[in-house]
T-cell receptor, first 111, second 114 residues
Framework: GDSVTQMEGPVTLSEEAFLTINCTYTATGYPSLFWYVQYPGEGLQLLLKATKADDKGSNKGFEATYRKETTSFHLEKGSVQVSDSAVYFCALRNTGNQFYFGTGTSLTVIP | NAGVTQTPKFQVLKTGQSMTLQCAQDMNHNSMYWYRQDPGMGLRLIYYSASEGTTDKGEVPNGYNVSRLNKREFSLRLESAAPSQTSVYFC?????????????FGQGTRLTVV
């Protein structure tokens, strides 16, 4: 079945450090890919998305590129801030319009 | 902009009690979903409704039932609550026909079964 595997956490970084959170997927057909962010006590919010191979999604300094050959969608940010502390989820939407999520990666950024 | 609204936000049940979690969306989306979120396990799909009048089981449907009352509303019922159902429950919706449309989430219901 379809699934998403993402880097285990928690991740702790100093402010202005570089961030990478790895995500790979398994899917039949051609999924759309997403990164969501969850702040404490809240629901999930879309961070960025990509719908075809080599598409790059970007938002708020975060980027991820849809790599079909490696079935990956790694999240990156060049310089993290304290306000980026949250849980990040990689997700896919399959051709049946169902969404599958990774287990989440908790990020803490310290000043 | 209401988006996806879930009620209640918090609930404590005793083992064996029943309850219904309510969800409504005002974005005219066809598809709606119920997920549960548990530590270390991410979000797991409980039930899915592609459109009004249809429902399908997800990964973890046992112990739950759903009703797609109309296009706006999708409820989740626990007939006889068990401690294993202690979790945070999220409702979501999306537009079926557009490939690049994301799922929109409610704020969640934190359920404790004692």
């Amino acid at each position: 079945g379809d699934s998403v595997t993402q880097m285990e956490g928690p991740v702790t970084l100093s402010e202005e450090a570089f961030l990478t959170i790895n995500c790979t997927y398994t899917a039949t057909g051609y999924p759309s890919l997403f990164w969501y962010v969850q702040y404490p006590g809240e629901g999930l919010q879309l961070l960025l998305k990509a719908t075809k191979a080599d598409d790059k999604g970007s938002n708020k300094g975060f980027e991820a590129t849809y790599r079909k050959e490696t079935t990956s969608f790694h999240l990156e940010k060049g310089s993290v801030q304290v306000s980026d502390s949250a849980v990040y989820f990689c997700a896919l939407r399959n051709t049946g319009n169902q969404f599958y999520f990774g287990t989440g990666t908790s990020l803490t950024v310290i000043p | 902009n209401a988006g996806v609204t879930q009620t209640p936000k918090f609930q404590v049940l005793k083992t064996g009690q029943s309850m219904t979690l309510q969800c409504a969306q005002d974005m005219n989306h066809n598809s709606m979903y119920w997920y549960r979120q548990d530590p270390g396990m991410g979000l797991r799909l409980i039930y899915y409704s592609a459109s009004e009048g249809t429902t399908d089981k997800g990964e973890v449907p046992n112990g739950y039932n759903v009703s797609r009352l109309n296009k706006r509303e999708f409820s989740l019922r626990l007939e006889s609550a068990a401690p294993s159902q202690t979790s945070v429950y999220f409702c979501a919706s999306s537009e079926y026909t557009t490939r690049n449309t994301e799922a929109f989430f409610g704020q969640g219901t934190r359920l404790t079964v004692v």
